[in-house]
Every structure is written in structure tokens, then in C-alpha cells.
Nanobody
């Protein structure tokens, strides 16, 4: 069992930065691939970024590539999302998620692949 708690969301002006954190409970955190998804009102949940269990591989959606960076600290059971050059269209509730499935692009970008989800943290980017 893994419990995930996100933090770090807030209100920021366009062009600004935020760093999201996701703290995980459970001794098997390092065996899970971790990801960030986001969901805006009236829209489907959207893949943002994922990182492999050991941190050796990561993958980003085209909409955030070059602006966002995902990282993890397995010693602290935490995954991060550094968000730079934020745009109003980045406004969403951001969720972290954990998956035990084998790492492939199709798997990590699909919400159904994830076993555990956090409660979400709101990110609002003003223009």
C-alpha cells in the first residue's frame, strides 16, 4: 500500500515557477514508477511527466517538455515536479501517481496504469 500526498501548488504569474512535491508512505516506494498528471475543469486527466523507479529514465508530454522537470529522491520517498516558464494553460489540479507496471511510453502515459493517486494540488497561473 502506498499513500501519496502532494504539496507546493499555488497562484503564480505567467512566466513564474513552482515546485510540486509528492511524499509517499510505504517501504516499496523505490519500486514504483512515478508520474504527474493534471486535470482542468471539464477536461480529461492529462499526462504531464513520469520517472522510472530508479530515476534513470523520464518522459514528458510535448506541452511541458523543456519547461518542467521531474525528479525523485528515493531516500526521502519523494517525487518532485519543477515547473518553469508557467503559462495560463498550465492551470489545473496536479496529481501524482504510482505504478508497478513495466516501464513503456504507453504504460506511463495512461492513467489506468497507476495503482495509487494523491488527492491533488491546485496550480493557478495568471496572465
Amino acid at each position: 500500500q502506498v499513500q501519496l500526498v502532494e504539496s507546493g501548488g499555488g497562484l503564480v504569474q505567467a512566466g513564474g515557477s513552482l515546485r510540486l512535491s509528492c511524499a509517499a508512505s510505504g517501504r516499496t516506494f523505490s519500486s514504483y514508477s512515478m508520474a504527474w498528471f493534471r486535470q482542468a475543469p471539464g477536461k480529461e486527466r492529462e499526462f504531464v511527466a513520469a520517472i522510472k523507479w530508479g530515476g534513470s529514465s523520464s518522459y514528458y508530454s510535448d506541452s511541458v517538455k523543456g519547461r518542467f522537470t521531474i525528479s525523485r529522491d528515493n531516500a526521502k520517498n519523494t517525487v518532485f515536479l519543477q515547473m518553469n516558464s508557467l503559462k495560463p494553460e498550465d492551470t489545473s489540479v496536479y496529481y501524482c501517481a504510482a505504478s508497478s507496471l513495466v516501464w513503456t511510453v504507453v504504460v506511463v502515459t495512461t492513467p489506468r496504469s497507476y495503482d495509487y493517486w494523491g488527492q491533488g494540488t491546485q496550480v493557478t497561473v495568471s496572465s
